[in-house]
Structures are given as structure tokens and as C-alpha cells.
């Protein structure tokens, strides 16, 4: 089995071809090209390429072929042994464009990935935290918009800038709580405050934020201080499972996927211990349309401990404490585009983020803003917004066309 | 065990006293007044008196004990051996309003009834249709709008009409259905007609509508006709389980309360087979925040073999086949006020229907139409819009800001 042995030689055996074209055509796309370590160029058909995969090194065919999910692809991209020329997140579209067969060692796979136990305790739930969070807030800052909202924004329409999409986001979530000046809020994984700070700004609303990861704690307090909102928003460095005090609504925008199903149950008792009786709440998250595992290679290398839910399992946490959801919103293709200004954002400071960290720091965030955006694009990942309120009031929104109001 | 016994003697003894005291105390509501055939008045407080249930017969107090959900109270009332005065619907919020404690007698008696096999095959499916909706399109016609809708009205404003509510809704769902002129649609279970005429003559479409009830399907063919409709919809005796065809856009309201949990994976089977690659559905359904058989007495007086499913599932008939929920709003309250209208005009032909048919009929429906009232306003009931497209589709529309344009 020369072609799994050293790679001092450039040639390319008989077997290696076949393995490379067997991947190229379960991407299935005929604009895509793969090309060998020894320059040689695979295609599927004579239509105009519009990206070429460059192995670089013979390994990463081995790497490709046996490391689950995109472990082979990433590793082999961070480092640099695999090239993607072209638009990266266009030729990613076309290779997630495939239909992901659910083969029965895939399945599997994916249910052992599910039910292993993951330890998403307070200490473990920290440490994941650091490990993506704290990577200093300069650092997103270089790609972020000005609020430094690091979730999903909402455009309403496809030209408005990143700036305009995430205050439009805020106000968006904050007419689906349908607050009122003066009422509690508390928000469960505050990011860096800009949803808090924009209820309390723009809605009166008086905040009490969590968050875990302390370096986001600290700029969100200096900009409370700044914005002279400290009176209206208290951020603490809390975990969610933490909450205390009751409040007119419940807010958690990017934090579910954090959570892990383990503690959803969790959850839907921390959303109704705290949500008065015709309190409103909300929950923002990243999902899937099937239960599926994390990517591993997302897992390992930017997300640990990360999970997306099923609207199934989003709308069970919610039911088994006996609210009723009033309102889903599917904003799949908006985190596509936001994933695109973050993207552009990014290139643009690379060669500074590179001096910081390294290169190959910079081809691993490279690789998931462009990856994250595919997959949005082609609906491996989704968007849901799940607005709801405890079943038995009715004080509830008669219809929802004030989210669509000219006053915005 | 006298009190068990003959109904000779008008004397209450003490166990009946008190279990008569104990269902008024379930209740919980110290404005309701209980009756019993002596005339004696059983209160909870001295609190202004909203609504008095009187026992005429001992047997009564018997039967609301021990009768299994509401058919204790449910034939007592269509008999006239239980009488409630004051306004009906409101009586039935208090007595509905008090927690319904899950009690594992409860319980065990929900899980059988659910898991107990229903038939809904295709000859039970049409006798149970004909039991309800083959009453005659008279009957129907002294209480409906004039579209004869028998499903949740959308009232943009809780004083818009029936009528207006009615357009409304037909608008509403054709504007999630996102439909271009000259579009094919299907519609499964499509009553008296009333919305596939809707989108042919407002939004040009091409519609094929089915439908099991022969009354109903006469019905709609003449109004297809009258309205010169005919050559864009087609309605079909048929069942939906027959759909054939691919079309653009696959819509159902109210027909899935009556397809039953058994046949929810082939209903999935039946969208995928007919939608477009880039097509848009509709589901509106009643549902239930907690999974829940459907009421005894209802079911075997009004709606045989009919079940009202939890978010969780109706997401699922969807997700199983790959479909994304872009869109989930709860109506629910848009409900109690349809069936408010609803019974207002019942009681406006009350007499003629009862010549028609007979004082216990009319006595049936008033309970039906007051309770279910009661059972969306207490929450008992839920109603859901579930829009959804095939997954890897993204012709999905930007936002949901044109469903609330003012050309309505």
C-alpha cells in the first residue's frame, strides 16, 4: 500500500487517482477540480471550474479519506497542505452542496458523537467558554461589527450594512418580547452587551445580564459605563444555571448552543423559575432540520463542547415547562450574509491577526467563517428564533404586525 | 350508597354534599355557584356570583364524578339534566381555567387513549367525516361567514368582522405561501372551497383541492362555477393520501386535526412526493402545548377519530422529510374569537336549527361551540401556522415585513 507510505516520491499510483476521483465526484459538482501533489488536475467535466482543491502533500488524501467529518479537510487547510483556489466560500457551497448521505456507519457515527457524555458542568462549560471568547477582544473587534454582536444579524433588506443589521437584530428581538419601558429583562450569554445595552437604550428596559466568559464581561461593563447605562444593566460573570429574581422577559440570543441537550431540561426550570406570569421570552439559536453531531473538526478547533438543536428539541424545552411558542422565525439566510461581512472583514485585517497570532490561527478562523457561511447557504445549519410566553396568559401579542412598523 | 341509587327522593345526603362540594373546589373559582336538584346553592365565597351550574337530577353528580374527561358534563348538558346560567362560554373559562393536575391515574388514562390504535384508513376517515361535516350545508351555513370557513379566522384588528377575518386569513396564508401568479397549488382538506377560490381569483392561482366530505365537494364545485373559477380549481373527492401531481405550493388548514399521529410519517411522504424542489407549504392545525387525547366527549359527539397534535410533532411530519420551518404563529386567541362569532350567530338560528333537528342537538353544538371557546382562551387548545419549504431550498423569502404591507 505504497500510497499510504512516505511522500518522498511526487508520483501518483494507479489507486491514488481512483481514491482522489471518488472524492471529487461525491462532491458531484462538475465546476469543481481537484488537483495532486504532482500538479495533476481531476475534473468531471470540461465546464468552467470555478474552484480547484490543491492537495498539496500525499497524506492529505489519506487524511481526507479516513479522518471523520471535515477533521481531514480542516487540519490539512489549517496547515496548509490543502489549498482552495478561488471564492473559498463559493467552492465550499459546491462541495457541502452534495446531499450528505446518511449511510448506516455515518448514522452511527453520529449517534455515538450524540449520546457519548459531554460535560457541559459549570467548570468544563467555562473552560469552553475561554477557550473561544477570550481570545482578546481586540482580536474581534478586527472583523466585528461596531456592537460587537458576535450572532446572526437581521437585514431587512439584503443591502443594509453589517452596523445597520445588528441594531435591526436588537430592535427585531425587542419587539418580539414586546417590552415596555421599565420592565426586567435578563438575558442568558450577553456576548459583549450589546443586546442588553440597546433594551436598556433604546426600551428602557432595566437588564441583568450573564455571561461567563469574564473578558466579555469586562468590556461590557466599561461600555455600560461609557453609554452611561450602569444604573439600567448589570452584567455578571454567571452562569445561566445562576439566574435569580423574577423578570418580565427572558432573552438568549446565541447561547443555547452552548448548553448541550443534557441541560435542557435544565433550562426550561431556569426560564420558568424566573419569567413572571405574563412574562415574554425568546430564544435565538443556531439549529439543524435532523440531530446531527457538531462537525468534529468545528468541535475541536473553535467550539468545543457546541451543539445544535433540532426546532424539535428547542420548542420540547419550552413545552415540558408548559409554554406555549407564539412565534418562530427561520433567519438561515441572514447568518449566511453575516458570515459573509464577517468574512470580509477578516481578509482585510488577516495579515495583522496573522502577525498577532500565526498563520495558521488565521487559516483555521478563515476556513470556519467561509465553512459556516456554506453552510448556511445550503441549509446544513439553520436560524431560529422561538418567541414564547407561559401558556395560560393572555397577555400576548394580538397580531405581529408592530414587528413590521414603520417606526423602527 | 343511596346517593347512587333511584332519583325518587329530592333529599341530598351529606356524601353527596360534599362530593358535590369537592367538584366546585376543583374548580376553584369563587364566582361559580354549584346547584343541586334540591335547590340548595353551594358557593366557595360569598364573592359575586358569575355563573351557576344547577344539577336537575341526582344521577348528574354520578356521572361528573366518574365519566371520564368532560362526558359527564358534556351529556348531562346536551340532556338538560344539567343546566348552566348565566354566559356559557365565560361559566366554561372559569371551570376550564383551574390547573389541570396531571395525576398519574390521569395520566395512565391519557396514555391509553393515545396509544390505543385509532383507524384512519380511508373508509373510517370518510365516515368520520360524514359524521361532522355532512350535516348539511344549511346547518353550517346559519353560523358561518358567508365563504363558509370552518377553521381560525386571522382578524387584523380584534373588531374586524367575521367576514373581513375570514379574507383575511386567506390572504395571510397566501401571502406565507409567498405565491406568483399562475402557480400550482394543492390544498388537503379544503372544506366548502372557501380558500382555494381565494388564491385562484385573488392570486391567480392553478389549485387542485381535496377533499373526502361529498357535501362539502358539491358545495365547492357550484361555487367554483357561480364564481367562474372553474377552469383554475379543481376539487377532488379524494383523500389526501391520494394527492397526485407536483405542484408549487402545498397547503392544509384544519385537516390535520383529523389525520391522526399514525398517519403523520405518510403525510410527510405525501408533501414530499408532491412539492416542487423550490416550493412552499402551509400547515394550520389546532395543537396542544403537552401531547393530550382529544376530549372524550368531543370526540365521540362532534369530531370522531380527531387528535390535536404538539408543535414537536407537527415540526417532525416535517423535518422527517427534510423540511425546513421557515414560520410557526400561534393563533389561538384569533380562535376564541372566531368561535365567539361563531356561537353568536348559532344562538341567532337556535330555534330554527332546533326544529331541524332537536333540542338535545342544538344543545350539543352550543356546549361544543362555548367550550372550545373556553379551551383557546384557557390555553387548553393552541392553533398553529407552520410554513416550511424543502430544505436545501433558498427561494425562501427575505423577511416576513411584506406579509404586513398595507395592500391587504
Not at 507510505?5 to 481514491?19: D, I, M, N, P, Y
Not at 468531471?44 to 498539496?56: E, Y
Not at 420558568?272 to 478547533?301: E, F, K, N, Q, T
Request: proline letters at 4%.
Amino acid at each position: 500500500m505504497s500510497w499510504m507510505g512516505g511522500s518522498a516520491s511526487t508520483g501518483v499510483t494507479g489507486l491514488e487517482r481512483r481514491l482522489a476521483r471518488r472524492i471529487l465526484e461525491a462532491s458531484g459538482d462538475p465546476r469543481l477540480r481537484l488537483v495532486l501533489w504532482n500538479s495533476e488536475e481531476l475534473r468531471l467535466s470540461d465546464a468552467p471550474a470555478l474552484g480547484r482543491v490543491v492537495l498539496r502533500e500525499r497524506r492529505v488524501l489519506r487524511d481526507l479519506l479516513l479522518a471523520p467529518g471535515s477533521n481531514g479537510l480542516g487540519d490539512a487547510y489549517a496547515s496548509g497542505a490543502l489549498e482552495i483556489e478561488g471564492d473559498l466560500p463559493s467552492v465550499l457551497k459546491l462541495a457541502f452542496a452534495a446531499p450528505r448521505r446518511a449511510t448506516p456507519l455515518r448514522r452511527a457515527a453520529w449517534a455515538w458523537q450524540l449520546w457519548r457524555r459531554r460535560s457541559r458542568s459549570r467548570s468544563k462549560a467555562r473552560a469552553n467558554v475561554h477557550h473561544h471568547y477570550d481570545l482578546g477582544n481586540d482580536f474581534y473587534a478586527r472583523w466585528l461589527d461596531r456592537s460587537m454582536s458576535y450572532t446572526c444579524a437581521y437585514f431587512p433588506t439584503p443591502t443594509a450594512s453589517l452596523e445597520e443589521a445588528q441594531i435591526a437584530k436588537h430592535e427585531h428581538v425587542a419587539r418580539k418580547l414586546w417590552l415596555r419601558p421599565g420592565e426586567r429583562v435578563v438575558e442568558a450569554g450577553c456576548g459583549w452587551g450589546s443586546l442588553a445595552l440597546h433594551l436598556a437604550r433604546a426600551h428602557g428596559a432595566r437588564v441583568t445580564a450573564y455571561n461567563i466568559s469574564s473578558e466579555q464581561i469586562r468590556y461590557a461593563r466599561e461600555q455600560a459605563r461609557a453609554q452611561g447605562l450602569s444604573d439600567r444593566v448589570e452584567f455578571r460573570e454567571d452562569d445561566y444555571r445562576n439566574i435569580a429574581g423574577s423578570y418580565d422577559a427572558f432573552v438568549s440570543v446565541g447561547m443555547l448552543e452552548h448548553v448541550g441537550p443534557e441541560n435542557y431540561r435544565r433550562l426550561g426550570r431556569v426560564i420558568d423559575r424566573c419569567l413572571a406570569p405574563d412574562g415574554r421570552g425568546l430564544i435565538h439559536s443556531i439549529g439543524r432540520v435532523a440531530r446531527r453531531p457538531m462537525d468534529p473538526w468545528i468541535s475541536r478547533h473553535i467550539f468545543p463542547g457546541a451543539y445544535a438543536p433540532t426546532l424539535e428539541q428547542m420548542v420540547a424545552i419550552l413545552s415540558k415547562r408548559d409554554f406555549a411558542v407564539l412565534d418562530v422565525e427561520d433567519l438561515r439566510l441572514h447568518y449566511e450574509k453575516t458570515l459573509a461581512h464577517w468574512l470580509e472583514r477578516f481578509e482585510k485585517n488577516a495579515a495583522e491577526i496573522e502577525r498577532r497570532f500565526d498563520a495558521r490561527f488565521v487559516r483555521t478562523w478563515r476556513l470556519y467563517l467561509a465553512g459556516s457561511q456554506a453552510s448556511f447557504h445550503t441549509s446544513s445549519l439553520q436560524l431560529w428564533q422561538v418567541a414564547f410566553a407561559r401558556s395560560r396568559s393572555n397577555a400576548i401579542p394580538w397580531t405581529r404586525a408592530k414587528l413590521y412598523a414603520r417606526e423602527a
